[in-house]
C-alpha cells in the first residue's frame, strides 16, 4: 500500500505530508484548490511524466512517496534483481530543479528515472486518463484473464511445453544444417576419412620419427663413438680391468690392513659395478643403432607424409589425429543421417501433441472464463452510468504451427461505448470520466481473484449524482477491501464511505492539505452537499451519508448486478 507521500516545493505545495490508511483514501476541495498538483507530485514520485513543476522561487522540488507492499510483491522481487534492499518499506522520490531536470532515487539510492517508473507501475495504477499502462496495456490482459479463471498454473505449465517444442524444433534445423552442410560435402568428408584413416596418425608420432630419423642419419658415426666408449670401459687397460685389478690388490692386504681400507674396497666395488652397468648400456645401444638405408628411408616417407597431411588440412601433425576423428563423425552422420533426422521429426511431432493438447485445453478454460468477466463487467456497468457501453474479450486464435508461450490465442480486452459501435481497445473511451468509471467496473470484477497494487482514480465520479455517485461509491469502497485506493472526487455520497479524508484548500498562492477526522469531515461532506453556505439540512444529510457509508457492503456480483 502507499503508506505516506512528502511533497516539497512543487507547484503551489510548499511542504505538504500525507499519511494513508488501508482501504479508501479521499481527497476533497474546491475546484482549483490544488487536487490535480497533488496527484502530479505522486505521479513525479513513481516516475511519470507531469505537468509538476518546482514552485515559483524555490531552487529544487521534490515528491517521495513510501509504499510498505507484502512480502511477496513484485516490486520486492524488482529490487532483489536490481541487487537492491528489498526488504521493508520501499521509498520512491524524485527532485526536480528549477531548470526541469530531475534525478530518481529508490530507499535513498540514485537509481535512474527508467527503473524508477518501473517500480511506480509495480506499486501503483492510476485511472482516469488515457495511459497505456495497467488495464489499458494489452499485454497485461492475458494475466488478468488467467488470475480471473484460476488458470495461472496451466498458463506457467504452457511455457514449459512451448520450451520443450522450441527445442525440439531447434534440434531438427540443427540436424538438417549439418545433414546438409554434410552432404554438399559428402565426396571431400568419405574421401578426407578414407586418406586419414589410411595413413593412421598416432599421436606424438611426429617427435618419434624425427628423433629416429636423426639418429639412423648419424648411425655411423655414433657407432664409431660408442664403440670407443665400450672400449674404454672394458678393453685390455679399460676402466673395468682397472677396478677389478685394484680390487684384487686390496683382498690380498693382511686382515687389520683390509680393515682399514673397507670403505674403500666398498667404493671401488660399487664403481665397478656402475661401471659394468653403463658398458652393457652402451653395448645395447650399439646393437639398437639402425643402418639400414632402406628403413631409414622408409622413416623419412612417414615422416614427410605426416607433415604434408598436417599441411592439407590446416592442423599441426598432432591435430591429425583430431582432424580424422571430425570427419569420422562427418561420415558417420552421412551414413546414419536419416535414421537420426527420423527421430528428431518424430521428437518434434510428439511435442507439439503434447502442447496442442494442453494449449486446447487451456483456450477452452480462458473462453469460459473470458465470458464470466464480461458477465461481471456487464453487471457493474449499467450502475456506474455506462449502460450503453459494451465490454467483451476478444480472443483472437492463432493457427496450431504458430502458437506461443502463452498459448493459441491473442488475448486482448475491447469495448464499445456507443450503441451499434464497433468495439475498440479500451484507451479509445473519450471522456476521462467514463474512463475511469470503466476501469472501476473492470477492477472491482478482477479484484476478487487478481488484487491489484495500490490504486489513484482521478475522479471517477465526474459527471454523476445520486444514485450513480452511490453506485460509484459502493464500489469503490468494496474494490479497497482488497487493494488500497486513493480518489479525487466531488461527490459527498463517495466521499462518505472514506477510511481517510484529506481536503485540499487553496490559501492565497499557496496549497494547503489537511486530513479531517469527526466533525470536521461531517462538516466538508456537507459543504459538498449545499455548496458555499452550509446548512443544518446539509450537515444532518451528511451524517445520514456517513452511518449509510459504515453498513457493510454488498459483497456478491449478484447483488451489485441490482444496485
Known sequence: MLAALTVRDIVLIEQAALEFAPGLNVLTGETGAGKSILLDSLGLAVGNRGRAGVRPGAAQGSATAVFDPVSHHGARALLKEQAMPHEGEIVLRRSLAADGKSRAFVNDEAVSVGLLKDLGGLLLEVHGQADDRGLFDVATHRGLLDSFGALDEAARAMGGLYAAWDE??????AGLARAAEAERNADYVRAAAKELSTFDPQPGEEEILAGERAL?????????DLSAATDALS?????EAALAMALKKLSRLQEEARKRAAAAEAALEQAFAQTEEARRELDALLASLDTDTAALERKEERLFELRALARKYATTPDGLVAVLADFLAQRDALDGSGSSLKDAKAAVAQAHRVYLDAARKLSKDRAVAARKLEAAVAAELAPLKLGHAKFRVALE???????TANGLEKIAFEVATVEGAAFGSLAKIASGGELARFSLALKVALAQTAPPAAMVFDEVDRGVGGAVADAVGERLQRLAETTQVL???HSPQVAARAARHFRISRVGDKTRIVMLEDEARLEEIARMLSGASVTEEARAAARRLVAEAARPVRPSRKKAKSA
Open 168 to 173: 525440439a524444433r531447434r534440434t531438427l534445423a
Open 397 to 403: 486464435p492463432l493457427a496450431d504451427d504458430a502458437g
Open 487 to 489: 480518489l479525487v472526487t
Open 235 to 239: 678393453g685390455e687397460r679399460g676402466a
Open 216 to 224: 639412423m642419419m648419424n648411425a655411423a658415426r655414433i657407432a664409431e
